[in-house]
């Protein structure tokens, strides 16, 4: 180990990067492969280029098969620069199967092509001459890489390096040494405001503008065509590859295929919403086809709840799934290629224990090179549960990107299966399933979450030591938000502790909670297209989630007028039995979508908080010398008398009314509610004090002493008008002046009772 560090420092490397190639066994051995070829041409002390050269070629190189012919080319220096050698690795890329024909490849790379200095000079002079004026106009703050750009167009193959020195040498001689002026920077140019026609598109939740189906349709990600997977970075092609991408295109038709694998051992969570629109978004945008697969293998924590809930959440919002699978589809298959897997040397039965396995560098297993037949009867003993759990594994022969060996592919569980019952007593691990999974549905973008990248050489590495068709893994930025948790395991604690009622009390963020708090789909499909589908991880403020739900409800949520804190008004100019049926628009922006009546009669009710004693500078609600306009109405109101009980505190105001054509204009117009239904109102806010709750450095003490207890307040006596009488569960409504409302399951027909989704506007205090 340490004469191989040795040996990769010697060629340039750093210390770290020599000790993480190291971890990677097949780097490491295809590198020191190349080093000692062209140590054998060039001679011992090679310099830091040619290393460079080899170690980016090692690195990047799909098929080791061309391993040696490249590495010819650097030690006969053929292949000088990293250009020539990333037009080399593409031409291989383009041509897997292909006899190599040395002219068309030397031509590809640009094998014995001399760009002279003169050619150099000639070139950028031409470019300078082209922007003479611009250059003069906006010296120094003039877009250099444009003449960088159109100076190599006709030099191909020539040193980036000299270019540049070149060109800063001309613009020198040009315009002279910089200024005080040419070292200020360069003021932005002032953002214009979206046109009327462009408001919209933006108010859905757009990264520039586009939709989620328009991100993910198209070049920007970059993404391999289906049977081309052998074009894909880091994709491992073997003799069968080609033949078996072949196979899988005459089953697929060359149609897009995906998958969303979720473990049934709990609710899927706002995180999940992205990988939900990524899976199914992706192939929905590309015409094809995605899988709902239930990654079944751990008996233990699986229940019938987590199987229908998952199901319900993704169709929930508003895709549906190609076809249902479960891992346990697959065990047969899966156990006879595990097998196969011992056969041919890549597996092997071990005796170590669990709690030996665990850390980074665990001890090597003494049972690594037991002979292949004693691995097949020891595996078939463990499957006709002859051993008891913990006391031996099968572990695969390969290490992982992040340096652990040997990952285990199969343990000994006497737990009845959800589907399969008491048939088995041993099942597949992750690191085996997932992959052979993906093979078995032919999937053609295997789309994960940036914590499988350390995966995805075990998982090239065990389709291709069974020789199967192996898909390309794709990783994306997981989504996180800030004031939560979305572990299950912290979830259950917060539920028996009592800070919530369950895993959907909607100051959870996960997908039923926020169901349940009125937040609709296509709101939190917004939300993971504004987010986009970089492969950034991302980590965002609850407020932006809840600007997308405004979005949304302000155009589909109808208008009702509720009250929280109720004060009493006796309209006295008004007669006993006076009742006028008021016309309330549904969505007053838009009045032909409809409307419904409200009784308007001597007594209402109105917000404690429009009526104020005493009158303060730049309130514009009721006072005694301020009258107020009633919404809708058509009435102006002032006030002739406070009533007040035993306390001292207000219970009913008197008040006379005017015609609104007949009184001054008022400065104001509040709600209210006539004959109103009495209801019951939960109001939510941070289920945490700081953002990062399991922060340990934020919260020494941890996520459970973090808890805001006023996370949740209910008002039981809040009146609402009589038109949300026939509402159904989850249906929302914009309380005027109030917020956005949604009805919860609680509600009975004698009280409803109605969550705050969100308020009216943002609230600057959270941000």
């Known amino acids: 180990m340490a004469e191989t560090l040795t040996l990769f420092t010697s060629i340039g490397l750093s210390e770290q990067k020599a000790k993480e190639t190291l971890k990677n066994e097949s780097l490491s051995s295809a590198l020191r492969g190349a080093i000692s070829q062209a140590q054998s041409i060039m001679g011992p002390n090679l310099d830091k280029a040619t290393g460079t050269l080899l170690y980016s070629m090692t690195s990047r190189l799909k098929d080791v098969r061309h391993l040696t012919f490249l590495t010819e080319y650097i030690g006969h220096r053929k292949i000088t620069t990293d250009l020539q050698l990333s037009a080399a690795l593409e031409f291989l890329k383009n041509h897997p199967n292909d006899l190599i024909v040395q002219p068309e490849f030397d031509a590809a790379c640009g094998v014995g092509v001399v760009v002279t200095p003169e050619q150099i000079e000639e070139s950028v002079e031409a470019v300078v001459k082209k922007y003479e004026n611009q250059l003069l106009k906006e010296r120094y703050h003039f877009n250099m890489g444009l003449l960088m750009g159109e100076a190599r167009a006709g030099l191909k193959w020539a040193d980036g390096k000299s270019i540049k020195n070149e060109v800063d040498m001309q613009v020198l001689h040009l315009l002279g040494?910089?200024?005080?002026?040419?070292?200020?920077?360069?003021?932005?140019?002032?953002?214009?405001?979206?046109?009327?026609?462009?408001?919209?598109?933006?108010?859905?939740?757009c990264v520039e503008g586009k939709s989620l189906m328009e991100q993910l349709r198209g070049e920007a990600l970059k993404f391999h065509k289906a049977g081309e997977n052998y074009k894909t970075e880091g994709y491992v092609v073997t003799p069968n590859t080609m033949d078996l991408l072949n196979k899988h295109l005459e089953i697929t038709g060359g149609q897009v295929r995906t998958r969303f694998p979720p473990e049934p051992n709990g609710i899927l969570h706002i995180g999940h919403a992205k990988?939900?629109?990524?899976?199914?978004?992706?192939?929905?945008?590309?015409?094809?086809?995605?899988?709902?697969?239930?990654?079944?293998?751990?008996?233990?924590?699986?229940?019938?709840?987590?199987?229908?809930?998952?199901?319900?959440?993704?169709?929930?919002?508003?895709?549906?799934?190609?076809?249902v699978t479960y891992a346990s589809d697959n065990f047969q298959e899966l156990y006879d290629l595990a097998v196969e897997l011992i056969r041919r040397g890549h597996a092997y039965v071990c005796h170590q224990r669990v709690e030996e396995l665990k850390g980074h560098n665990p001890p090597p297993s003494p049972w690594r090179d037991r002979p292949v037949?004693?691995?097949?009867?020891?595996?078939?003993?463990?499957?006709?549960?002859?051993?008891?759990?913990?006391?031996?594994?099968?572990?695969?022969?390969?290490?992982?990107?992040?340096?652990?060996?040997d990952p285990v592919a199969y343990r000994i569980k006497y737990t009845p299966h959800h589907r399969t019952g008491d048939t088995w007593c041993i099942y597949p691990t992750y690191d085996y399933t997932h992959c052979l999974c993906d093979s078995i549905e032919n999937i053609t973008h295997s789309l994960c979450t940036k914590e499988f990248q350390a995966r995805r050489s075990s998982y090239y590495w065990l389709c291709n030591a069974l020789d199967v068709y192996c898909p390309v893994q794709w990783e994306y930025g997981r989504l996180n938000l800030t004031y939560t948790v979305v572990s299950k395991r912290k979830i259950i604690k917060l539920v028996e502790m009592g800070a919530v009622r369950d895993w959907d009390d909607p100051r959870l963020f996960t997908l039923t909670a926020l169901r349940r708090r009125g937040f609709p789909p296509e709101a939190i499909n917004n939300f993971c297209a504004r987010v986009g589908v970089t492969v950034a991880q991302t980590t965002i403020e609850p407020h932006l989630l809840e600007a997308c739900v405004r979005d949304v409800l302000n155009d589909t949520a109808p208008r009702a007028m509720a009250v929280l804190e109720p004060l009493k008004v006796t309209i006295t100019n008004l007669p006993q039995d006076a009742q006028i049926q008021v016309?309330?628009?549904?969505?007053?922006?838009?009045?032909?979508?409809?409307?419904?009546?409200?009784p308007f009669t001597r007594t209402i009710y109105i917000e404690r908080s429009d009526f104020r004693e005493v009158m303060e500078k730049g309130y514009k609600r009721l006072t005694p010398d301020q009258p107020v306009g009633l919404r809708h109405a058509g009435y102006v109101i002032s006030l002739q008398k406070s009533i007040k009980d035993n306390s001292g505190k207000v219970v009913e105001l008197e008040v006379t009314c005017t015609k609104t054509d007949s009184a001054e204009k008022p400065k104001a117009f509040i709600h209210w509610v006539s004959q109103p239904l009495k209801c019951e109102v939960r109001l939510y806010e941070n289920l945490f004090k700081h953002s990062y709750p399991e922060d340990s450095q934020v919260v020494p003490e941890g996520f459970l002493s973090d808890i805001n207890h006023d996370s949740l307040q209910v008002i039981e006596n809040a009146l609402v008008d009589y038109s949300v009488s026939g509402a159904k569960v989850f249906d929302k409504f914009q309380f005027e002046r109030v917020g956005y409302f949604s009805l919860d399951p609680d509600s009975t027909k004698e009280k409803l009772v109605f969550n705050r989704t969100v308020t009216l506007k943002e609230d600057p205090g959270k941000i």
């Open 177 to 205: 040494s910089k200024t005080e002026a040419d070292l200020e920077k360069k003021p932005k140019a002032p953002k214009q405001k979206p046109q009327e026609n462009e408001r919209k598109e933006v108010s859905t939740g």
């Open 275 to 323: 990988a939900i629109n990524f899976n199914f978004g992706y192939a929905k945008a590309n015409d094809g086809i995605c899988f709902l697969r239930y990654d079944d293998t751990n008996p233990e924590k699986e229940e019938e709840k987590y199987f229908t809930g998952i199901r319900d959440m993704v169709e929930w919002l508003g895709y549906k799934p190609y076809k």
């Open 373 to 405: 037949e004693e691995s097949l009867i020891l595996f078939e003993r463990m499957r006709k549960g002859m051993f008891s759990e913990a006391e031996v594994t099968l572990r695969m022969k390969m290490v992982m990107e992040d340096g652990k060996q």
């Open 583 to 598: 016309q309330v628009p549904d969505f007053p922006a838009n009045e032909e979508r409809g409307s419904h009546k409200v």
